[in-house]
T-cell receptor, first 112, second 116 residues
């Protein structure tokens, strides 16, 4: 059974600071996804990482994938209040046929 | 492009009744659609995988007789919650995958179901 673990689950940070969210998964996969969810809303796709060593950046967010370590990171640079949301990573296991297994989510609060 | 819609966006129904939720891919053909359920403050849990023209594949622990899924066309999948109970109250989200780019999943806006 594929397991996906995120940490931290809750993150409160000051504006302007940097931080990293970690996503570990338990089985071989070459596809990892990061999503953002605002309260009461559905998922917004942030990044799709398709190969080992993949790095993608959009604004203050940067995601990377290390398939050998089964680890992905979502790095936040100089956080702003608008980044407050819940962030999920999700993994598409090799044998899962595009079925995604989600991490527990990281609830990020950026304080002024 | 790649827009997925859901209808209704929210619904309140009485215990014992059935409710149908539609998921449509508006500008692409979705060979596969997925249905997720999300309880408050929790993550998304995959309920079932739906392929056009074939029976849905349900995840372990999901009652197929209670959650009826029909993928009648390449742009429409429906989830019917039969004999709903208050514990079925949840946020139901669908996603769709275009056949040409199976690694992409596009999520609908979700349907909030409240069973009274």
């Amino acid at each position: 059974e594929l397991k996906v673990e995120q940490n931290p689950l809750f993150l409160s940070m000051q504006e302007g600071k940097n931080y990293t969210i970690y996503c570990n998964y338990s089985t071989t996969s070459d596809r990892l996804y990061w999503y953002r969810q605002d309260p009461g809303k559905s998922l917004e796709s942030l990044f799709v990482l398709l190969s080992n060593g993949a790095v993608k950046q959009e604004g203050r967010l940067m995601a990377s994938l290390d398939t050998k370590a089964r680890l992905s990171t979502l790095h936040i640079t100089a956080a702003v209040h608008d980044l407050s949301a819940t962030y999920f990573c999700a993994v598409d296991g090799e044998t899962s046929g595009s079925r995604l297994t989600f991490g527990e989510g990281t609830q990020l609060t950026v304080n002024p | 492009g790649a827009v997925v819609s859901q209808h209704p966006s929210w619904v309140i129904c009485k215990s014992g009744t059935s409710v149908k939720i539609e998921c449509r891919s508006l500008d692409f053909q979705a060979t596969t659609m997925f249905w997720y359920r999300q309880f408050p403050k929790q993550s998304l849990m995959l309920m079932a995988t739906s392929n056009e023209g074939s029976k849905a594949t349900y995840e372990q622990g999901v009652e197929k007789d209670k959650f009826l899924i029909n993928h009648a066309s390449l742009t429409l999948s429906t989830l019917t919650v039969t004999s709903a109970h208050p514990e079925d109250s949840s946020f139901y989200i669908c996603s769709a995958t275009p056949g040409s780019r199976s690694y992409e999943q596009y999520f609908g806006p979700g349907t909030r179901l409240t069973v009274t």
